[in-house]
């Protein structure tokens, strides 16, 4: 049984910084691609695309949203994904999951095979 568990998440002024993280156990972590995905407030439904790594560590993509202020990267001897978070504005309020699928990344949240439960990430203005 694989498991993701996120931490990391809280309340943070706007500009400030975050570092998620995602310990994944229960399954080949180096066979994974890990990706990044996250829920506002009153888009529940809606699995926005953050950021992904594939199983090597060299390839990575951000959303829109995120370019040039997240960085996800990815330790496989401690099995755990992170995302790190810089100048956050409020807007970034949302609940942040990580999810797992085998080898290469993909940006829609139906090609992934394994969910953690999230951590609610706050940014006040």
């Known amino acids: 049984q694989v498991h993701l568990g996120e931490s990391g998440g809280g309340l943070v002024q706007r500009g400030g910084s975050l570092k998620l993280s995602c310990v994944v156990s229960?399954?080949?972590?180096?066979?994974?691609?890990m990706a990044w995905f996250r829920q506002a407030p009153g888009k529940e439904r809606e699995r926005e695309f953050v950021a992904s790594i594939n199983f090597s560590g060299n390839g990575k993509h951000y959303g829109d949203a995120v370019k040039g202020r997240f960085t996800i990267s990815r330790h496989d001897v401690l099995t755990t994904v992170y995302l790190h978070m810089d100048r956050l504005p409020p807007e970034d309020t949302a609940r942040y999951s990580c999810?797992?699928?085998?080898?290469?990344?993909?940006?829609?949240?139906?090609?992934?095979?394994?969910w953690g439960q999230g951590t609610q990430v706050t940014v006040s203005s």
């Open positions: 999810a797992s699928r085998s080898y290469s990344v993909d940006p829609t949240p139906d090609a992934y095979d394994y």
């Open positions: 229960g399954g080949a972590f180096a066979d994974y691609a």
